[in-house]
């Protein structure tokens, strides 16, 4: 596998051409956490590989390490050990705004818990991370108007966050990771706040941007939520147990919302 690779890799809606080298490549990656002279090893020595326009679950019980892999993936925490390439450039060396930069251009995040801004509308939140990677305002304004009305929030538009139901709030939230077309989703726990009908939602419009071309990895608990992806990486005490391919139904798979059961 090489180390580089041409900065022209497909953007979200493409497709890979064949041989295109791995999107995102950790190699014995190391996450220490230090605390009153007691040190715990949360990722341990962990070699992946996401391919364009792949969908990889990772799951793993409670304190695997499943949700710091995917913040140090991320650059949200800085990897004690080890090393990140995305789109062919290692990344794991980056100052804090150096990352910040990277994922206003090629990563999106989901998280659990929304982390929408409050003070703002759900317009303003899905455009903002446009306008800070210097698209103009037209141009952020019809990304949002084409995501929203996807998503079926256009009439939220001019509402704060929080007159919206949870599963909204996660929509909105996945308007505003896909906003600028990113390289790379990370989701964690996408629907782990979410009442059955709106996982189910989520879900699908997961579903949906995969389909399109968008590389997704997702920190789950849920089996029946991973069997959604290509592949599932298992986590143990922050090492790599599994890393399985998802094999496909032998008849045409059902509806999300006839397979999944989510809480109940």
């Known amino acids: 596998m090489r180390d580089s690779a041409p900065d022209s890799a497909p953007p979200y809606g493409g497709l890979p051409p064949p041989g295109t080298p791995a999107l995102l490549r950790t190699r014995g990656l190391v996450k220490v956490y230090r605390s009153g002279g007691v040190s715990v090893e949360a990722v341990r020595g962990v070699d992946i590989e996401v391919g364009v326009g792949e969908f990889v679950a990772i799951m793993g019980p409670s304190g695997s390490g499943k ?17 990140i390439w995305l789109r062919g450039q290692r990344v794991d060396g980056l100052s804090a705004s150096a990352w910040a930069v990277l994922r206003r251009k090629h990563v999106g995040f989901v998280f659990q818990f929304f982390n929408l801004l409050s003070t703002m509308t759900v317009a303003d939140n899905v455009e903002l991370p446009a306008l800070l990677a210097g698209v103009t305002p037209k141009q952020a304004r019809r990304r949002r108007e084409e995501l929203l009305a996807e998503l079926g929030l256009a009439s939220k538009a001019g509402m704060a966050p929080s ?18 077309e990113p390289s790379l989703l990370l989701a964690d726990e996408p629907t782990g ?38 592949r599932v ?23 999300v919302r006839d397979v999944l059961e989510l809480k109940g």
């Not at 949700?67 to 090393?83: F, K, Y």
């Not at 990486?233 to 509806?255: Q, W």
């Open 193 to 230: 706040n979410l009442d059955s009908k709106s996982a189910r939602d989520v879900l699908r419009l997961l579903r949906r941007a995969h389909a399109a071309g968008q590389t997704i990895l997702m920190v789950t608990h849920d089996a029946k939520v991973a069997g959604l992806a290509d």
């Open 67 to 83: 949700s710091t892999l995917l913040h140090v993936l991320g650059g949200l925490e800085r990897a004690t050990l080890g090393e």
């Open 233 to 255: 990486i298992s986590l143990f005490d922050g090492m790599v147990a599994d890393d399985a391919t998802v094999m496909p139904a032998p008849r045409k798979a059902a509806p």
């Open 163 to 180: 007159r919206l139901s949870g599963g909204e709030q996660q929509r909105v939230a996945l308007a505003r990771a896909l906003a600028n």
